[in-house]
Nanobody
């Protein structure tokens, strides 16, 4: 069982940066692959980035490649999403997810655990 809490969202101008954090409670955190998804109003939840259990391998959705970086600190039970060169189209609720044991890491229905989300708004 893993409990996830996101933080770090806010309002930023286009071209700016934000770093999201996901704090995980649970002794098995370091064994789980983790991911970030986002959902804008009226749209489906979209894959943003994922990281394997050790942090050695990362995956990114095409819209964020080269701008966002996912990382993790297993000693602190934290996952980060560094977001640079933000665009208005990055505006969404960002969710942290753990354990894609039900299928593809790119599909939100694969993940067993979710946080409540943190809002990111990018103004033009």
């Amino acid at each position: 069982q893993v409990h996830l809490v996101e933080s770090g969202g806010g309002l930023v101008q286009a071209g700016g940066s934000l770093r999201l954090s996901c704090a995980a409670a649970g002794r098995t955190f370091s064994s789980y692959a983790m991911a970030w998804f986002r959902q804008a109003p009226g749209k489906e939840r979209e894959f943003v980035a994922a990281i394997n259990w050790s942090g050695s391998t990362t995956y990114y959705g095409d819209p964020v490649k080269g701008r966002f970086t996912i990382s993790r600190d297993n000693h602190k039970n934290l996952v980060y999403l560094q977001m640079n060169s933000l665009k208005p189209e990055d505006t969404a609720m960002y969710y942290c997810a753990a354990d894609p044991s039900r299928g593809s890491r790119y599909t939100f229905s694969s993940y067993a655990y979710w946080g409540q989300g943190t809002q990111v708004t990018v103004s033009s």
